[in-house]
């Protein structure tokens, strides 16, 4: 079963490398970068095996910490990074899960992320080699545990977060998880950022052994002990480590069985409700379009609200600056600018995101191309659905950014560059997704699946908005930049440019996007799947 | 120059020239159809013939290669703002916005439409009623059944009371009972002085509702005109495999066999 599915992988990969060249670009280039990795990776661990016993645990417990994380987070932040081979697909053939799901997990291993993964958990032999036979024999099993623990991990959470996003209460969960992240995660940062990293490291020893007993650190703490000459302790990690890799086969296993039979509903929202379409926005407004862009942004909110794809792009564009804005603190960049940059951040991933929306219509979108809807009403009522919850969300953490780094005077500035970028990030979205739509999950398939042969026209896709958007937000930043090195009484400036650039950009895009939509809409529809 | 559309034009649908190549495929090639107003008219041809790619290209779904689509004489890829509305479209293998529930997705085809508040909410409930789906009107369309989904997207189609239908495929996955009541809707609308073109895999279907029938295969009309003069003393099943040349029993699965 392992070989037959390894072959199904490697044949699926060469097919559709053979389709689109950028995936073979994209290939390679990770190979090179991995490559390019491997002696800084043989480097360290060669220096560690110099280094005192203490820091060489500690090092490499938080070493399998962030990789385990990376493996866990990454998966369901980048969209369908490897769904090449779903246990669905095998449901009609009628495996034994038992069998299907190790061969499941064999082929994920079979990646440059995988592999490079698999190389960083073998090379901590390195450090241990000079301890002899044994503790290097304990690293081995253990390098393996680990690596074994980081690809199970990243199957079962994507199994799990599909299933998560795609039940009644994904829009209640999504909304209190990305909360309480953002609630835990800018204080965490600020206080990390304030530390220091020296401060940090010396609370490290503490963290670690506390870490050594979950799935994070027990297979790297064991060699150590080993080393240490506590072969209970060794023994005992060791088993702790395999352990953890049985459970999480246990559970992938389970997974994969109610994967091929029961798959994850698709429909986030409650199942019935009255037409609340006619009563509220079929009132007469003061234009056919004007009521027109009202119509088509109710029916973008109920799809804000109730597609777990939506619900999905939702909950990354709100982590991930989240995640950068922590990472700026912890390097060093003051804790301040930390919090006072996570407005702008979100707002510009939040309008940038977008820069796809047509193509989440899939080809639903022909109810707008036969109605003859004015592109400019179709835009606009995007826009007006979005703006909705981001336009209120934006300024309140833009307050709450400016109140936790007590920074009163930069919130001008900071929410002038959000809105700035919001509406430069929005109205490059509403060109961009007619000129430049790429293939996004159908309404119903898994919010993590990805379009195969699509990577190239997302690419370009994502790279033009991302350019467009920095250069039409480049004089509010420019001007934020100049606040934020001491020039504070030009924040009205920064909110008065932000605010009215960003919304005259936004209007631009609404317009010239609405124009291409009249002039190509039949081709747009034929290019969405 | 704008056109008005012509209500007495004597051709509903006039198509001229066709043609759509998708990459080395020639999918429709330089088509010629002229549907009469005031008929039924079925559209039958074999898997691959063209059917979807025409129809598409007849309402505005698909950009042409080249040829020119007349509705009751308005050109409808140079006016389109002037010949959509004459229009009430069914597509084939095209999805809806399924994350509404049905009462919503014939609402907010009618919003789209350009139509009142007070007008889409009482033909949403006739619809609902007519085509006996007042039950799913509060579930969303995600939930329904292959061919419920077809009669809510008819419903789409009816909504703003066009002047031509075009359906494809509007009875593929419906009961029989849901098939009954949409062939009455339509001979009543045609009765009224509408035209319906739909196309369908099923002979007996079509020779039983339309009066005119086009043959299509290879992407190019192989017959077309009343039912009469097509099948021309035949069965249009027969008529059907003598144009496109019939194939023998089906050889080589000699194997087929319960085991």
Redo the contacts between chains.
Sequence with gaps: MVATVLRLKLRLLANTMQREVWRVILVVLGALWALSMVPGVVGGARWLAFQPLEVRSSALVVVGTVLLVGWTVIPVLMFGADETVTPRKFAVLGPDPRRLAPALAVAAMLSVPALFTGFVCLASMLAWREEGGPTTAFALASGAAAFATCVLASRVVTAFATRLLSTRRARELAGVLGGLVALCAVPVGVSLGSLGLEGALERLPGLTTALSFTPFGAAWAAPAAAAAGEWAGAFGHLLLAWGFVGAGMLVWVAQVDRLMVDPPS??G?A?????????E????GPT?TA??AR??A??AL??WL??PRYLASLASTLLMPLLIAVLLAVVGLSSVSGAVLVAPLVAGAVGWGRHNDTAF????F????????PGVADRAGRVLALSAWAVPGVVAIAVGGAWLAGRWDMLGASLGLALGLYGAGLGVAMVSSVLLPYPAP???DSPFATETGSVGASLVAQLVATLATAVLAAPVVVLFWLTAEGRASLGGVVLAVGALGGVLVLAAGVVLGGRLLDARG??L??RLT | MTTTPDASASVALRLRGLTKRFGETLAVDRLDLDIPTGTMFGVVGPNGAGKTTTLSMATGLLAPDAGLVEVYGVDLWREPARAKPLLGVLPDGLRVFDRLTGAELISYAGLLRGLPADVVAQRRDDLLAALDLAGAARTLVADFSAGMTKKITLACALVHAPRLLVLDEPFEAVDPVSAGVIRRILAQFVAQGGTVVLSSHVMALVERMCDHVAVIGAGRVLATGSLDEVRAGADLEERFFDLLGARGPEAGLAWLRPS
């Design positions: 698709t429909v929202a199942r019935r409700r009255a037409d609340a379409f006619v009563g926005v079929g009132a007469p056919t009521r027109l119509a088509v109710r029916r109920r799809y109730g597609d219509d899939g080809t639903a022909w109810l707008h191309v036969s109605a003859g809807v159908r309404a119903g039949a081709q529809l034929a």
